[in-house]
């Protein structure tokens, strides 16, 4: 499988090869944050 993803102002596309698809995310929207398992 070959994938690939680049990011354009504040969006990250990704998309692959064998799979003709493409997904947009808004990464101002979808921030990633750290979530912690320890208790």
């Known amino acids: 499988m070959i994938s690939s993803g680049i990011k354009i102002q504040n ?14 995310l808004n990464l101002d929207r979808y921030a990633a944050t750290h979530h912690s398992s320890r208790k």
């Open 11 to 24: 969006f990250l596309y990704c998309g692959s090869l064998k799979y003709s698809f493409i997904i947009r």
